[in-house]
């Protein structure tokens, strides 16, 4: 019997897309080479998820030891915040992640390779190494994994590179800023937000819509909204900044609100208006993939216009979360070898890492409105949940929105403490395609925040028991 020779996998980036991909191919009997141009982990284990929450959860621990702890009688004082050290903390973590990365490359008998790739054609890739050497390499199917990068908003005076920060070098500054204006209240302006103005920046955010975090379920934005301005950030809604004048030291950035402009002057500008994709230097033209705008186009086998070509994560330039990304590099890592599984994003939970945290899964109720969907919501407060109140953290609330008729669960937004755990209960849920019925026959342990969340449904029915 002879051997079959193995299929030859290249994966271009090796953030959370490529990596999963890497393994899930290497798993299924790939020959697979990782060409990456900086390093292991990508966005989210070196500047994205991993070093954003390490910093809230040192803010978390702060907010805790000055307030939370003094509820139950706990004198403790914070004496001064190490920034040195949260920052020392941060990159250990950072690093232990990225080597566990590259440990599992090896155990899974994955090449790596330090190169910037491009097209040659559609088989062929160029690897241009550090040193500036090149070299070509070909490939029986490739998996394009090369993410995002943030995007420069045109307003003039944001080059001052040393005032002017995306979101990399926010996560990275020498000192904490006494003050800070944060173009854009997505999910990343909002969670930066959150942890600066805890570590006693005075923090400005400026959002160009009528609402901060869009994409969320409303009514409980809102609650943020108001929690957040409550612990000192100042948020402007319906803004648009103008123009940056910066010295060496601080910028005074011009606004216009309610048809006037005013001026906010601080240590540091972050602009987090979102991300583009990094897909400019593959020359893909040159292996005939389609991209609209930088983002490539994709079937629901993450595959492109050309045969044996995939492509997942951030540059698909559509939903862009680590986890979405890691789920769609399993999806063509199994179709590159010959499956046809399928990518579906119907319960893919998104998180907003603030205090208190905030998640959802599934259908909004502008969304539900929008799709002219019968519905019923049913609301469950934290204020009387039992763990909450243990926690001493009794704000927020629980969202479940059911279908009318058949009373299928169409969507579950948390805001409270652990939302962004909780919400996974729900992701499982939507996926089952679960009943009211199914989430009121599962015990939930008491005290958990989880019992929220069987409370919010028992609330869509009209029967909650603890309200
Ligand atoms: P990336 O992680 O961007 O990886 C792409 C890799 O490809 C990079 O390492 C890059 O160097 C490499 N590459 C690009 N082009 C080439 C080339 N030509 N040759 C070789 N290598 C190449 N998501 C969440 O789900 N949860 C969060 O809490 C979260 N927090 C975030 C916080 C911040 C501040 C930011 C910026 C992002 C956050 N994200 C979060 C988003 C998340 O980081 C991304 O969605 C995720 O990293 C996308 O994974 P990816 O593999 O598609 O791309």
Same mark, same amino acid.
């Not at 979101?167 to 999910?187: E, F, H, M, R, T």
């Given at each position: 019997?002879?051997?079959t020779?193995?299929?030859k996998?290249a994966?271009?980036?090796?953030g959370?897309?490529g990596?999963? %991909?890497?393994?899930?191919?290497a798993q299924l009997g ?5 060409i990456?141009k900086h390093?292991l982990?990508g966005?989210?284990?070196n =500047?994205?998820?991993i070093? /954003?929450?390490a910093l809230?959860?040192a803010?978390e621990?702060?907010e805790?030891?000055s307030h939370n702890a003094a509820?139950f009688?706990? @004198?403790?004082?914070?004496?001064k915040?190490?920034?040195? !050290?949260v920052q020392t903390k941060?990159?250990? &973590?950072v690093?232990?992640l990225?080597?566990?990365?590259s440990?599992l490359?090896k155990?899974?008998?994955i090449?790596v =390779?330090? *190169?910037?790739a491009?097209f040659?054609? *559609?088989n062929?890739l ?6 500036g050497?090149?070299?070509?390499a070909?490939?029986d199917?490739? &998996?394009?994994? *090369?993410?995002?990068v943030?995007?420069l908003?045109p307003i ?8 002017c920060?995306?979101s ?6 020498? #000192?904490?800023?006494s003050s800070l204006l944060?173009?854009?209240g997505?999910?990343i302006g909002?969670e930066m937000a959150?942890?600066y103005s ?7 955010? $400026?959002e160009?819509?009528?609402n901060?975090?869009?994409t969320m +379920?409303?009514e409980l934005v %809102?609650?943020l909204?108001?929690?957040?301005? #409550?612990?000192?950030?100042?948020i ?6 103008i ?9 005074k950035t011009? &606004?216009s609100? #309610?048809g006037k402009e005013?001026s906010?002057?601080t ?7 979102g991300?583009? /994709?990094?897909?400019l ?7 005939? =993939?389609n /991209? @609209? !705008?930088?983002? &490539?186009?994709v079937n629901?086998?993450m595959q492109?216009?050309i045969?044996?070509i ?7 330039? #559509?939903?862009m ?5 890691? *789920? ?5 890592a ?5 499956h046809?599984a399928?990518y579906d994003?119907?319960s893919?939970?998104s998180?907003v890492?603030?205090i208190?945290?905030?998640a959802?899964?599934g259908?909004?109720? +502008?969304?539900?409105?929008k799709q002219?969907?019968d519905?019923?919501t049913?609301?469950f407060?934290?204020? %009387?949940?039992?763990?909450a109140?243990?926690m001493? @953290?009794?704000?927020? $609330?629980?969202k ?6 058949y009373k299928s669960l169409?969507?579950v937004?948390?805001l409270?403490p ?6 996974a209960e729900?992701a499982?849920?939507?996926?089952m395609?679960a009943t009211?019925? @199914?989430?009121?026959?599962?015990i939930h342990a008491h ?5 929220a ?7 869509a +029915?009209?029967?909650a028991?603890?309200?």
């Amino acid at each position: 019997i002879g051997t079959t020779a193995k299929v030859k996998i290249a994966i271009i980036g090796g953030g959370p897309g490529g990596y999963v %991909a890497a393994i899930r191919a290497a798993q299924l009997g790939g020959d697979v080479t990782v060409i990456e141009k900086h390093k292991l982990g990508g966005t989210c284990l070196n =500047v994205g998820c991993i070093p /954003t929450k390490a910093l809230l959860h040192a803010a978390e621990l702060l907010e805790d030891a000055s307030h939370n702890a003094a509820a139950f009688g706990l @004198d403790i004082k914070v004496n001064k915040v190490d920034w040195n !050290k949260v920052q020392t903390k941060k990159e250990s &973590i950072v690093n232990t992640l990225v080597s566990g990365v590259s440990g599992l490359m090896k155990m899974n008998k994955i090449k790596v =390779v330090n *190169a910037e790739a491009s097209f040659i054609n *559609a088989n062929t890739l160029l690897l241009k190494y550090l040193d500036g050497s090149v070299d070509k390499a070909s490939f029986d199917k490739v &998996i394009i994994a *090369a993410g995002s990068v943030p995007s420069l908003p045109p307003i003039p005076g944001i080059e001052n590179k040393s005032i002017c920060i995306d979101s990399s070098a926010a996560l990275s500054l020498s #000192q904490i800023p006494s003050s800070l204006l944060i173009i854009g209240g997505g999910v990343i302006g909002i969670e930066m937000a959150g942890i600066y103005s805890t570590f006693g920046t005075k923090v400005t955010v $400026v959002e160009a819509l009528p609402n901060i975090l869009p994409t969320m +379920e409303q009514e409980l934005v %809102a609650q943020l909204h108001h929690k957040l301005a #409550q612990s000192g950030v100042t948020i402007y809604t319906d803004a648009k900044v103008i123009k940056i004048e910066s010295s060496a030291t601080q910028a005074k950035t011009t &606004i216009s609100r #309610q048809g006037k402009e005013e001026s906010v002057i601080t240590d540091k500008v972050l602009y987090a208006v979102g991300r583009k /994709t990094d897909t400019l230097n593959l020359d893909l033209d040159k292996a005939g =993939v389609n /991209t @609209d !705008k930088g983002k &490539i186009l994709v079937n629901d086998e993450m595959q492109t216009n050309i045969a044996g070509i995939y492509a997942i994560g951030d540059c698909l330039g #559509q939903v862009m979360l680590a986890h979405v990304a890691s *789920a769609q590099g399993e999806i063509a890592a199994e179709n590159a070898l010959g499956h046809h599984a399928k990518y579906d994003g119907k319960s893919v939970p998104s998180c907003v890492y603030t205090i208190p945290e905030l998640a959802g899964v599934g259908l909004t109720e +502008e969304a539900c409105k929008k799709q002219n969907i019968d519905y019923v919501t049913g609301k469950f407060p934290l204020s %009387a949940n039992g763990k909450a109140l243990i926690m001493n @953290d009794g704000f927020g $609330v629980v969202k479940v929105i059911l279908d009318q008729r058949y009373k299928s669960l169409l969507g579950v937004h948390i805001l409270g403490p652990r939302a962004t755990d909780l919400i996974a209960e729900a992701a499982l849920a939507i996926e089952m395609e679960a009943t009211a019925e @199914d989430l009121i026959a599962t015990i939930h342990a008491h005290p958990t925040i989880s019992e929220a969340i069987r409370e919010g449904v028992l609330a869509a +029915e009209g029967r909650a028991i603890h309200m």
